[in-house]
């Protein structure tokens, strides 16, 4: 008879030789060096605190009038010369347009004053026309002048009270608030938009000591 004798403690060996062996035809995983390099670490900290501008204005309109439209709302950015709000210009318009017609009748009868005196000169070295009458004409010329003039001079007011029935941002900003509504009749000096200006702020809030060596502007 023949014996067979088996060694059982050589069996698990065997079985983790087996398992560890690398499998046939694999490949081995790629490694990646890189190298060590010093780093500052970077801490971010949340804060609380308040901005302030170093332009800020309460608006008022120039003129006195009915709202009409208002092109802005408490938050909204606007650039210096942007029309803000607009009074009712009806009647203003009317005026400037009544004054700009002033202006031509003024112009047109100190045309006709003028060429009325230069006839009498001409005719008065023939004795044609008496030199009183020449006199009369030139006071004329010279009144008619002074009345172009002033009709100009009121005309560009007009037109001046005209363009105050529109508010412009004086500056660069955000509407901070609208204290106003469509329909309602404002005066001067009575404030109807805050402005705040954006171009130039200022930002405080509180650090606590153990960061102020940290901090970097």
């Known amino acids: 008879m023949i014996s067979r004798r088996i060694s059982w403690p050589s069996l698990p060996l065997a079985a983790l030789l087996y398992c560890c062996s690398p499998a046939h035809g694999s490949e081995g995983a790629a490694v990646v060096v ?4 010093e780093q500052a670490i970077q801490r971010s900290l949340r804060l609380t605190g308040t901005v302030t501008a170093a332009r800020a204005a309460q608006l008022s309109t120039s003129a ?3 709202v009409a439209s208002i092109d802005v709302d408490a938050g909204s950015v606007v650039k210096q010369g942007d029309i803000l709000l607009q009074l009712d210009p009806e009647l203003a318009q009317l005026q400037a347009e009544s004054a700009a017609a002033q202006v031509e009748q003024a112009r047109n009868a100190l045309a006709d004053a003028r060429r009325r005196l230069e006839e009498a000169r001409s005719l008065a070295p023939q004795r044609s026309i008496a030199e009183s009458v020449v006199r009369d004409l030139a006071a004329e010329v ?14 560009a007011y007009r037109q001046g009270v005209l363009a105050r029935h529109e508010l412009k941002a004086p500056f660069n900003g955000v509407v901070s608030a609208k204290l106003t509504e469509l329909g309602e009749w404002v005066t001067p000096g009575q404030p109807v938009l805050g402005l705040v200006g954006i171009d130039d702020v200022r930002l405080d809030f509180p650090v606590s000591e153990d960061y102020l060596a940290d901090i970097r502007p």
Do not use: K, N, R, W
């Open 34 to 37: 890189a190298p060590v390099q």
């Open 64 to 66: 006195s009038g009915l």
């Open 142 to 155: 010279s009144i008619d002048e002074a009345a172009l003039h002033q009709a100009m001079a009121d005309a």
